[in-house]
């Protein structure tokens, strides 16, 4: 039948471990509609028509889990090697870093003092609760040094009067913690396989503590060294044997308690806690893991152990100003549970579709390459300043037909391609009117030309190379005096510093200025000159001479 038992737990665990490797496929990805709640889907809709940034937030499971460890105490009595606790819990995800968990915890401890205590007449279990005349006030020290305890009728007690503290506490609780995963958000890796946790929570605590104070005749436990001379009060290890061997495990006695005070239920009190943890768990699978985990509770109670009065040498004992707490180190077994839904998110790393995204551009819309281009010139209607250029002309890059001597036709019907200046205007093929050879041979004089030089200044600002709004107004009325003096020419001055990045930035600005007047006014490119002369003139400024 044990064999049974085992092979069944066996072929469960197999089963919830291999079912989840299953899934494959993309489940759970933002493009998984199966994952997402009708309550989200509005804002699932959003995203996935680029109205939204954000995804909705998925179904994820619920986490139930068992475990089983080490429980022990903290407080005025020595606890014995830690015993058996077990706790059972369910978990919820509110995000990728927070979770709600309610956990119900048992746990039983227990302690022993190796230290002798005289001083128990406050303390009901080891003194109300001992039959009559058994019972003892505290000790006082005499004059001369010896330490004398006396019952309750006046007389003295045996000097070797003694009690060991000891207690069995039997606990359980019920705490609601919040939890924070502290490693699920990862630059660098996908996915991990632990994750590390803390958290905090509130609770009750209801237990009920006993000790061992009488034999299995009911009579309270005497010193156990009087006949043993090897064994000393200052050996631990001695005492502690003794005691084990001379003690049951009855533990009949209702330990030192706060319920008058306190609230209780049935014959066990009942506390507020407060509690604080931290672990570590990592992943069988996508629906099993294992956690190794530290519980620290604190509940404002003295008496977990029994024991709440100090040790003193005379007088009445004194209340002890600590209160104890209780500890859970567990190994644990995690379970998750939903159908159509991914992992809790804590093992989700929430940068996953960001980092995607970024890598394969799913979500990223290319605008359509709308360039219409309907005189074939290579360039956009929207950016065509000549829109109706005849076909195979070939154009600059705004789509205006080229003319490199600046005759008035255009270089695809220009039968003469340069036609000098002298030789404008032009015919209609382009070809000039050159003066017959026999008008050279007795030249005559040309009258002088009475060429204007009231050009302006053009001004630029920094390093700028750019044309500003006034400088081609100015330029077009160079333009148009040139063009009323066709045999005219200028110059265009320019005045840099030393400095070869300066030289370099003037000849750029004498450059555009040029091509301005040839592509945009019409001047033919032998009008112009150029000219940047060092230390002439402002840097900034440039001037337009008539030759």
């Given at each position: 039948m044990v064999s049974k038992k085992y092979k069944f737990i066996l072929a469960i665990f197999l089963l919830l471990s291999t079912g989840t490797f299953a899934q494959v496929g993309g489940k759970g990805s933002v493009y998984d509609s199966s994952v997402i709640s009708a309550k989200k889907m509005p804002q699932q809709n959003e995203f996935w028509?680029?109205?939204?940034?954000?995804?909705?937030?998925?179904?994820?499971?619920?986490?139930?889990?068992?475990?089983?460890?080490?429980?022990?105490?903290?407080?005025?009595?020595?606890?014995?090697?830690p015993t058996l606790g077990f706790a059972a819990h369910v978990r919820k995800a509110f995000g990728y870093v927070f979770s709600l968990r309610l956990q119900y915890l048992n746990g039983t401890a227990k302690g022993l003092n190796w230290g002798a205590a005289y001083n128990f007449a406050k303390n009901p279990a080891?003194?109300?609760?001992?039959?009559a005349g058994k019972k003892y006030f505290s000790?006082?020290?005499l004059s001369n040094g010896t330490l004398q305890i006396n019952d309750?009728?006046?007389?003295?007690?045996?000097?070797?009067?003694?009690?060991?503290?000891?207690?069995?506490?039997?606990?359980?609780?019920?705490?609601l913690q919040g939890i924070i995963t502290l490693n699920n958000v990862r630059f660098h890796k996908q996915k991990t396989g632990y994750v590390i946790y803390a958290g905090g929570g509130i609770g009750a605590s209801?237990?009920?503590?006993?000790?061992?104070?009488?034999?299995?005749?009911?009579?309270?436990?005497?010193?156990?060294?009087?006949?043993?001379?090897n064994v000393t009060h200052e050996n631990r290890k001695d005492v502690l044997k003794a005691l084990k061997a001379g003690m049951d495990k009855s533990y009949e006695t209702p330990a030192d308690n706060e319920r008058a005070r306190r609230s209780d239920l049935g014959d066990n009190t009942l506390r507020p806690s407060g509690t604080v943890l931290a672990g570590i768990a990592f992943k069988l699978s996508t629906r099993v893991n294992i956690?190794?985990?530290?519980?620290?509770?604190?509940?404002?109670?003295?008496?977990?152990?029994?024991?709440?009065?100090?040790?003193?040498?005379?007088?009445?004992?004194?209340?002890?100003?600590?209160?104890?707490?209780?500890?859970?180190?567990?190994?644990?077994?995690n379970i998750n549970l939903g159908a159509k839904a991914v992992e809790p998110l804590w093992w989700v790393n929430p940068l996953d579709y960001a980092y995607d995204e970024l890598r394969n551009h799913r979500n990223v819309k290319i605008p359509k390459n709308e360039c219409s281009d309907a005189d074939g010139d290579g360039v956009c209607d929207h950016l065509d300043r000549e829109p109706n250029t005849p076909a195979g002309c070939p154009v600059d890059t705004h789509g205006v037909t080229r003319d490199t001597d600046g005759d008035g036709v255009p270089d695809c019907k220009d039968k003469q391609l340069i036609t000098p200046t002298e030789c404008q205007p032009v015919d209609a093929d382009g070809v000039g009117k050159c003066p017959e050879p026999d008008c050279c041979k007795n030249p005559v004089a040309p009258p002088t030309a009475n060429c204007p030089c009231d050009y302006p200044s053009l001004s630029f600002k920094g390093n700028s190379v750019a044309m500003s709004g006034d400088n081609k107004a100015m330029l077009a009325t160079v333009a148009s005096k040139l063009k009323a003096n066709p045999t005219c020419m200028i110059t265009i001055h320019g005045y840099p510093e030393a400095s070869k990045a300066s030289q370099a930035n003037c000849q750029k600005r004498l450059d555009a200025i040029k091509i301005y007047l040839i592509e945009k006014e019409g001047i033919s490119a032998d009008r112009i000159t150029t000219s940047c002369e060092v230390g002439g003139g402002d840097k900034n400024t440039v001037d337009v001479k008539c030759n």
């Amino acid at each position: 039948m044990v064999s049974k038992k085992y092979k069944f737990i066996l072929a469960i665990f197999l089963l919830l471990s291999t079912g989840t490797f299953a899934q494959v496929g993309g489940k759970g990805s933002v493009y998984d509609s199966s994952v997402i709640s009708a309550k989200k889907m509005p804002q699932q809709n959003e995203f996935w028509n680029g109205s939204y940034n954000f995804p909705a937030k998925p179904r994820n499971m619920w986490e139930i889990g068992v475990s089983a460890g080490m429980f022990s105490v903290s407080g005025d009595v020595s606890a014995r090697i830690p015993t058996l606790g077990f706790a059972a819990h369910v978990r919820k995800a509110f995000g990728y870093v927070f979770s709600l968990r309610l956990q119900y915890l048992n746990g039983t401890a227990k302690g022993l003092n190796w230290g002798a205590a005289y001083n128990f007449a406050k303390n009901p279990a080891w003194n109300d609760n001992l039959p009559a005349g058994k019972k003892y006030f505290s000790p006082q020290r005499l004059s001369n040094g010896t330490l004398q305890i006396n019952d309750r009728a006046g007389n003295t007690a045996a000097a070797g009067d003694k009690v060991f503290y000891n207690y069995k506490l039997k606990m359980q609780d019920l705490s609601l913690q919040g939890i924070i995963t502290l490693n699920n958000v990862r630059f660098h890796k996908q996915k991990t396989g632990y994750v590390i946790y803390a958290g905090g929570g509130i609770g009750a605590s209801m237990y009920k503590t006993m000790v061992n104070a009488l034999d299995e005749a009911g009579n309270p436990y005497r010193p156990l060294f009087n006949s043993q001379p090897n064994v000393t009060h200052e050996n631990r290890k001695d005492v502690l044997k003794a005691l084990k061997a001379g003690m049951d495990k009855s533990y009949e006695t209702p330990a030192d308690n706060e319920r008058a005070r306190r609230s209780d239920l049935g014959d066990n009190t009942l506390r507020p806690s407060g509690t604080v943890l931290a672990g570590i768990a990592f992943k069988l699978s996508t629906r099993v893991n294992i956690a190794l985990e530290d519980r620290f509770t604190i509940i404002k109670s003295d008496v977990l152990d029994g024991q709440r009065w100090q040790e003193q040498a005379e007088g009445d004992a004194a209340l002890t100003p600590d209160y104890d707490s209780y500890n859970y180190l567990s190994l644990g077994l995690n379970i998750n549970l939903g159908a159509k839904a991914v992992e809790p998110l804590w093992w989700v790393n929430p940068l996953d579709y960001a980092y995607d995204e970024l890598r394969n551009h799913r979500n990223v819309k290319i605008p359509k390459n709308e360039c219409s281009d309907a005189d074939g010139d290579g360039v956009c209607d929207h950016l065509d300043r000549e829109p109706n250029t005849p076909a195979g002309c070939p154009v600059d890059t705004h789509g205006v037909t080229r003319d490199t001597d600046g005759d008035g036709v255009p270089d695809c019907k220009d039968k003469q391609l340069i036609t000098p200046t002298e030789c404008q205007p032009v015919d209609a093929d382009g070809v000039g009117k050159c003066p017959e050879p026999d008008c050279c041979k007795n030249p005559v004089a040309p009258p002088t030309a009475n060429c204007p030089c009231d050009y302006p200044s053009l001004s630029f600002k920094g390093n700028s190379v750019a044309m500003s709004g006034d400088n081609k107004a100015m330029l077009a009325t160079v333009a148009s005096k040139l063009k009323a003096n066709p045999t005219c020419m200028i110059t265009i001055h320019g005045y840099p510093e030393a400095s070869k990045a300066s030289q370099a930035n003037c000849q750029k600005r004498l450059d555009a200025i040029k091509i301005y007047l040839i592509e945009k006014e019409g001047i033919s490119a032998d009008r112009i000159t150029t000219s940047c002369e060092v230390g002439g003139g402002d840097k900034n400024t440039v001037d337009v001479k008539c030759n």
